[in-house]
Nanobody, 124 residues
Framework: QVQLVESGGGLVQAGGSLRLSCAVS????????MAWFRQAPGKEREFVAT????????YYADSVKGRFTISGDYAKNTVYLQMNSLKPEDTAVYYC?????????????????WGQGTQVTVSS
């Protein structure tokens, strides 16, 4: 049984930073990558960032490139999302996920495991 548990969300002012954590328990498939998604009210869930378990391949959505950094302490089965220069439009529920990489993204329909989500609210 694989479980992904996010933490670290909260309320922050625009321009501020937050770091999200995702604790992974259980064994995922060896060809899975770890990823972060987000879903704002009234919008579809969207891809944010992904990284292979070895940490050698990383991709970001254009909207967060240069501001967010995905990383992992894979010996501890923990994945992070460092979010800097936050904007009000980054407000969303952020989800940790494990799935299959297709090109430079992880499509929602290729996700095998989801976390429960953590709320990030950026005030202007």
């Amino acid at each position: 049984q694989v479980q992904l548990v996010e933490s670290g969300g909260g309320l922050v002012q625009a321009g501020g930073s937050l770091r999200l954590s995702c604790a992974v328990s259980g064994r995922t498939y060896s060809n899975n990558v770890m990823a972060w998604f987000r879903q704002a009210p009234g919008k579809e869930r969207e891809f944010v960032a992904t990284q292979t378990w070895r940490g050698d391949i990383t991709y970001y959505a254009d909207s967060v490139k240069g501001r967010f950094t995905i990383s992992g302490d894979y010996a501890k089965n923990t994945v992070y999302l460092q979010m800097n220069s936050l904007k009000p439009e980054d407000t969303a529920v952020y989800y940790c996920a494990a799935g299959l990489l297709v090109g430079k993204v992880v499509p929602v329909d290729r996700i095998r495991y989801w976390g429960q989500g953590t709320q990030v609210t950026v005030s202007s």
